[in-house]
């Protein structure tokens, strides 16, 4: 089975923290495995511990003696989650927040799960606290691809260390719509359920059409195409299985020059997809000028009047225009 992204441990892990800050360590405990092999570490370099009992009972008492200072989870706490699994196994990424009047700390942490009799429990969590590389070592280190981008456009000879091929793609960038409450009204299993469906959608139809599945991006996916005409009909056919299904989507899509590393895109144009669909609504689609010059007329295809919106982090307006099914008797 391969890896893929769960929603089912990130749902977890948002409980598991929600829990956490507001003290109800009954409920907290409950996500853990009992397994003598678990194992935490702390932020603290003395924080080390080889039970689970062990690991609660120090939890128990550092909450006890921050009653009274002021410490409390920040709003919005989890600022970043990446849950996946494979088989019985899953793991995760995520940064959350505490705060006091005076200033906020992010842990950032991975945690390991197991499934047991068909639930996710945790039988790892590691947590710290980020500090500055020159602090640690003395001296500033790379630390994103950024950096990395930067210091080697400074560098021609370093050109080598970046291994890029170009191509001009159409790419699709899909997301659903108000997927949190979706999930909260659904429950668990069932939003699970419904997100394995609509992967499998996304992928069977991405295929029909001779297109790539980059990646998925939560409840998103990114796809790429070298026919803008293609795209357009992937596009119309997930929207298509999304409301069969009972839920919304909003789609972008965009044309234009990427550069291809090993299994992702990178470049502008991805920006400038992904932008085009966070402006679409629920149940739209949306298409940039390049896109409908570069598919003219479209059998069955009806494209709606030119608007011009604001891209957030790109400069200027960008003409964009909704495209949907041609109903029976109507041309493009």
């Given at each position: 089975m391969?890896?893929?992204?769960?929603?089912?441990?990130?749902?977890?892990?948002?409980?598991?923290?929600?829990?956490?800050?507001?003290h109800?360590?009954?409920?907290?405990?409950?996500?853990?495995?009992?397994?003598?092999?678990?194992?935490?570490i702390g932020?603290?370099?003395?924080?080390?511990?080889?039970?689970v009992?062990?690991?609660?009972?120090v939890?128990?008492?550092?909450?006890?003696?921050?009653?009274?200072?002021?410490?409390?989870?920040?709003?919005?706490?989890?600022?970043?989650?990446y849950a996946?699994?494979?088989?019985?196994?899953?793991?995760?990424?995520?940064?959350?927040?505490?705060?006091?009047l005076?200033?906020?700390?992010?842990?950032?942490?991975?945690?390991?799960?197991?499934?047991?009799?068909?639930?996710?429990?945790?039988?790892?969590w590691?947590?710290?606290?980020?500090?500055?590389?020159?602090?640690?070592?003395?001296v500033?280190?790379?630390?994103?691809?950024?950096?990395?981008l930067?210091a080697?456009?400074?560098?021609?000879?370093?050109?080598?260390?970046?291994?890029?091929?170009?191509?001009?793609m159409?790419?699709?960038?899909?997301?659903?719509?108000?997927?949190?409450?979706?999930?909260?009204?659904?429950?668990?299993?069932?939003?699970?359920?419904?997100?394995?469906?609509?992967?499998?959608?996304?992928?069977?139809i991405?295929?029909r059409?001779?297109?790539?599945?980059?990646k998925?991006i939560?409840?998103?996916?990114?796809?790429?195409?070298?026919?803008?005409?293609?795209?357009?009909?992937?596009?119309?056919?997930?929207?298509?299985?999304?409301?069969?299904?009972?839920?919304?989507?909003?789609?972008?899509?965009?044309?234009?020059?990427?550069?291809?590393?090993?299994?992702?895109?990178?470049?502008?144009?991805?920006?400038?997809?992904?932008?085009?669909?966070?402006?679409?609504t629920?149940?739209?689609?949306?298409?940039?000028?390049?896109?409908?010059?570069?598919?003219?007329?479209?059998?069955?295809?009806m494209?709606?009047?030119?608007?011009?919106?604001?891209?957030?982090?790109?400069?200027?307006?960008?003409?964009?225009?909704?495209?949907?099914?041609?109903?029976?008797?109507?041309?493009?």
């Amino acid at each position: 089975m391969p890896i893929r992204e769960s929603p089912e441990i990130a749902a977890l892990l948002r409980r598991a923290i929600e829990a956490w800050g507001r003290h109800d360590l009954d409920t907290f405990e409950t996500f853990f495995s009992r397994t003598p092999h678990f194992r935490g570490i702390g932020t603290d370099a003395d924080e080390y511990w080889e039970s689970v009992d062990e690991y609660h009972r120090v939890n128990r008492t550092q909450l006890s003696e921050l009653e009274g200072t002021g410490w409390e989870l920040a709003d919005g706490a989890v600022k970043r989650m990446y849950a996946v699994e494979e088989g019985p196994v899953g793991w995760a990424t995520l940064d959350y927040s505490i705060r006091n009047l005076d200033e906020e700390v992010t842990f950032r942490s991975s945690v390991i799960l197991v499934l047991e009799a068909g639930a996710w429990k945790i039988v790892h969590w590691h947590s710290s606290v980020g500090v500055p590389n020159v602090q640690s070592f003395g001296v500033e280190l790379t630390t994103t691809l950024d950096d990395l981008l930067n210091a080697v456009s400074r560098d021609e000879d370093a050109q080598k260390v970046l291994a890029r091929a170009e191509a001009t793609m159409t790419l699709v960038f899909t997301d659903v719509v108000d997927s949190t409450a979706l999930a909260e009204r659904l429950g668990d299993q069932t939003w699970v359920a419904l997100m394995k469906d609509h992967e499998a959608d996304i992928r069977r139809i991405t295929a029909r059409y001779g297109g790539t599945l980059v990646k998925m991006i939560g409840d998103g996916s990114m796809l790429a195409f070298e026919s803008a005409r293609a795209a357009i009909r992937a596009a119309l056919d997930i929207e298509q299985a999304a409301d069969a299904a009972a839920f919304n989507v909003r789609i972008g899509v965009h044309s234009g020059e990427v550069v291809r590393t090993e299994g992702d895109l990178l470049g502008t144009t991805v920006n400038k997809a992904a932008r085009v669909a966070s402006v679409a609504t629920g149940g739209q689609i949306l298409v940039s000028s390049i896109v409908a010059e570069l598919a003219g007329a479209v059998d069955g295809v009806m494209m709606g009047a030119h608007e011009t919106v604001a891209l957030k982090g790109l400069s200027g307006t960008h003409v964009v225009l909704p495209i949907r099914r041609a109903r029976m008797g109507q041309t493009e």
